[in-house]
């Protein structure tokens, strides 16, 4: 199994670290030959959607990687990759890869609460670490949308078929692999 994560801005070092502390061999897509490859799952980090999403089309990796979450490569979104996946944003006017039927608002929690921890239950795993840092929210969702977590009333996890995502960041949590064993156990390998 080998999986990719876009490597142009945010915190993509930290879901290598993890992928390594899995065993499961990764490589960054950088560049346009990288997007090419064969994989098996794609990871988009959190970080800056605008600029993130911008990055992608001027390395001309959007449409390819776009239509290979179209054709069911399975996806993990961290809040701006969950912004990322959104085919609604309330409060942008942009859109991204448009892939999943969920509304979210960027910046969810307002600038007091810009970041914070909580835990959570996400599926039937309990007492889940989650790092929030200017994270969205998912306000809606349509349809194929299963929710896999609820903090305070707000969607911060789903998953629609080949996709999941998380407002939160599994990734900044230090000896924590749950989320990313799900998206390898639940959505890449069940595939
Ligand atoms: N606020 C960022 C955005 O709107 C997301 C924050 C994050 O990824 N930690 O893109």
Redesign the pocket.
Known sequence: MKIAITALQ??FLEHERILEELGVEYFEIRKKEDAKKEFDGLIL????????GKLLYELDLFHILKSKIESGLPVFG??????LLAKDISN?DKRYFSTMNITVK??AYGRQLGSFETTGSFGSLESVPMV?????YIEKTGDDVEVLSVVDGNIVAAKQNNQLVTAF?PELVKNFVDIHKYFIDEIITKR
């Open positions: 945010g915190a980090p959190g970080g800056e959607s605008t600029t993130i961290t809040c701006a990759g969950l912004i942008d960027r910046n929030f840092i200017r994270a969205p960041h």
